[in-house]
């Protein structure tokens, strides 16, 4: 149980997700160990700041934490085990790939990934805990960036704009283009279509 009135060890790593519900492209999860010594100004749960905001931030977040990494799961592996475990899955990639083992984590959401350490479960971490919101901020800079360049690779679909999410636009989109390789074929507007397609 998170307790905001408790010293937690130096190396806790705040660890959130981007990415659960847009019908296409992997589910990206960061995680960031902050140093007590350069607090950063500014940081809030990613969705909440503008993206100039997000873009400004995410820097800096690099430059002054002790460590952060960023992880995701594929597509594949969504339509395999289901978004939710994928998320997961995710989270423990970042957690695992941060350079050194953080004594404790604290995870956005009520699930917490499989990991070896103690972990706590924040609802609404990403604005309750600075590292949680550094990690919110750097996985939705990194999956934008990359909705950026599936619009270049793809550019009858306005990834850029509506990040893969199921908005008025995309869904006419995928009326109009047929999937890419990239949509997610277990979710139910892209499972529809193909069952017509098929």
């Known amino acids: 149980m998170y307790d905001e009135d408790k010293e937690y060890p130096l190396l806790t790593a705040g660890v959130d997700e981007v990415g659960r519900g847009p019908l296409a492209g992997p589910v990206v999860a960061a995680a960031v160990i902050l140093d007590p010594n350069k607090p950063i100004e500014g940081l ?15 820097p800096i977040i690099k430059e002054n934490a002790l460590y952060f990494s960023v992880a995701e799961a594929s597509v594949e592996e969504i339509d ?38 103690s972990v706590d479960t924040v609802v609404k971490g990403d604005s309750r805990v600075a590292s949680i919101s550094a990690a919110s901020i750097i996985a939705k800079v990194d999956r934008d960036r990359m909705m950026h360049e599936y619009h270049q690779r793809y550019p009858q679909f306005s990834f850029h704009k509506h990040k893969a999410y199921g908005s008025k636009q995309h869904l006419a989109e995928l009326l109009e283009h047929g999937p890419t390789p990239e949509h997610r074929k277990t979710f139910a507007p892209v499972r529809r279509l193909l069952g017509e397609g098929g």
């Open 80 to 117: 395999r085990i289901n978004i939710l475990q994928a998320s997961l899955l995710a989270m423990q990639r970042a957690i695992e790939g941060l350079g050194v083992l953080p004594e404790h984590v604290l995870v956005d959401g009520n699930k917490a990934p499989n990991v070896s350490m």
């Open 44 to 58: 809030a749960d990613s969705k909440k700041l503008s993206e100039k905001k997000r873009e400004a931030l995410y």
